[in-house]
């Protein structure tokens, strides 16, 4: 079975604070690795990361792939209640399916 | 990017019963895809529903237990059978809206009493 997993499980900071949540994969066919934030029940899309080493960036957040080691982090900079969420990476096999992995929970103290 | 309707937004129901979950997609699309989130699990694709086609499960879903329809390409169902309080979890639709996006529904919360 395809493994994603990601690290730390739960993680509380302080607003302010920069974080970095990992997502690490066992397999490399894959076509694309996406970051999500949920933060009730709907996953909202953050980033899709296709190629190694380019960094993708948006607002306060950015996410870097690293193929050869395979992983990817998501960094938070900067941090705000409002980004208290789960984060969730996802594989997507080029079938359209897509793997999740197994969430990061970040609580954001004010 | 597909604005997805999800309903109902939650539910509470007995076990034995079964619930029919509906999303609405507003622009037609190929596939669409219906994911179970049980408490505190990450998302678990349920199956891949096709219009005009069976629904393709994936390992460890049935379809007498998770029933799917597509009558078209906007409009899919899926149904939760003979339920259980194993069942209680967020249900999610989901499609593809480009190239690497997925859009999801708003989810269903299920809890089984």
């Known amino acids: 079975e395809d493994k994603v997993v990601q690290s730390p499980l739960s993680l509380v900071v302080h607003e302010g604070d920069t974080v970095t949540l990992n997502c690490s994969y066992e397999?490399?066919?894959?076509?694309?690795l996406l970051w999500y934030k949920q933060e009730k029940k709907a996953p909202t899309f953050l980033f899709m990361l296709?190629?190694?080493?380019i960094e993708k960036k948006s607002g306060r957040l950015s996410s870097i792939l690293d193929k050869k080691e395979l992983f990817s982090i998501l960094n938070i900079t900067a941090t705000q209640t409002g980004d208290s969420a789960v984060y969730l990476c996802?594989?997507?096999?080029?079938?359209?399916?897509?793997?999740f992995g197994t969430g990061t929970r970040l609580t954001i103290i004010p | 990017s597909a604005v997805i309707s999800q309903k109902p937004s939650r539910d509470i129901c007995q076990r034995g019963t079964s619930l029919t979950i509906q999303c609405q997609v507003d622009s037609q699309v190929t596939m669409m895809f219906w994911y179970r989130q049980q408490p505190g699990q990450s998302l678990t694709l349920i199956a891949t529903?096709?219009?005009?086609?069976?629904?393709?499960?994936e390992s460890g879903f049935v379809i007498d237990k998770f029933p799917i329809s597509r009558p078209n390409l906007t409009f899919s169902t899926l149904t939760v059978s003979n339920m259980s309080p194993e069942d209680s979890s967020i249900y999610l639709c989901s499609v593809q809206t480009g190239p690497g996006g997925y859009t999801f529904g708003s989810g269903t919360r299920l809890t089984v009493v």
């Open positions: 397999v490399t066919n894959f076509r694309s």
């Open positions: 996802a594989l997507n096999f080029g079938n359209e399916k897509l793997t």
């Open positions: 529903a096709n219009q005009g086609s069976e629904a393709t499960y």
């Open positions: 296709t190629s190694s080493g």
